[in-house]
């Protein structure tokens, strides 16, 4: 029997991408020599994640100094004269502010289990986003208190710690396959992708194109 909920924040309850973010890569593509603004956001995904990917347990480091060290890469790699500083500050903004996704207040409303965002992010940039949309999760788990970023399990092992559930109780939501589906499966979760892009969908993953769509598919009391 399902009790709760775990569900990813950045990307499947509020935008990864946002105005805010947009301007940033446009303000690097405009000062630097990138070949378009793909490029950059190409360039970007990689070396967050892989910096990501490092900073893990005992080299845990916060999403704000990864963020740094990538802006600074960043600006060196395509020749920009931007300041990384001013580009951090403005990505956290992104980050605090970004908009959610029309159907999420509907799904939290509708759903009756307790749900936990888990999600790789710093306290307190998805705490001011929550807080500004003025939703009410059960519990809010990241990967600054967990010390270990998803794709690593650690994140979601701690996650039941922290909840007391097992992980037959629990079925998470996300839009990664790496992340939100590999991830949480790897401890016994049950996942479901959430594929708002309507991308190929992956041999044996359970998947929807909305929030809505999952209502259906849980077993509520």
């Not at 289990?113 to 999760?137: E, G, M, S, W």
């Not at 991308?199 to 909305?210: D, I, L, T």
């Amino acid at each position: 029997m399902q009790k709760a909920i775990f569900m990813d924040y950045y990307g499947t309850v509020a935008h990864e991408l946002g105005p805010i973010a947009q301007k940033v890569v446009k303000r690097i593509y405009e000062t630097g020599t990138a070949a378009s603004m793909e490029a950059i956001l190409g360039f970007w995904w990689k070396i967050f994640r892989e910096r990501l990917s490092l900073a893990n347990g005992e080299k845990f480091r916060s999403q704000h100094d990864v963020a740094m060290e990538c802006f600074c890469h960043i600006t060196e790699h395509f020749q920009s004269t931007e300041d990384p500083r001013e580009l951090l500050a403005q990505m956290e903004e992104h980050w605090r502010t970004t908009d959610i996704y029309p159907d999420v207040p509907g799904f939290l409303e509708e759903v009756r289990l307790p749900v936990y965002f888990v999600t790789n992010c710093d306290d307190d940039y998805v705490l001011a986003n929550i807080q500004k949309h003025r939703l009410h999760p059960a519990g809010i788990i990241t990967s600054e208190q967990a010390k270990f970023s998803k794709p690593r399990k650690e994140i979601f092992l701690y996650a039941l710690e922290k909840t007391g559930l097992s992980h037959e109780e629990v079925i998470h939501i996300g839009d990664s396959i790496s992340g939100d589906v590999k991830c949480p499966t790897s401890v016994g979760i049950q996942a479901i992708w959430l594929n708002r892009e309507h991308r190929e969908v992956p041999e044996g993953v359970s998947s929807a194109s909305g929030l809505q769509e999952i209502l259906p598919m849980l077993s509520q009391r």
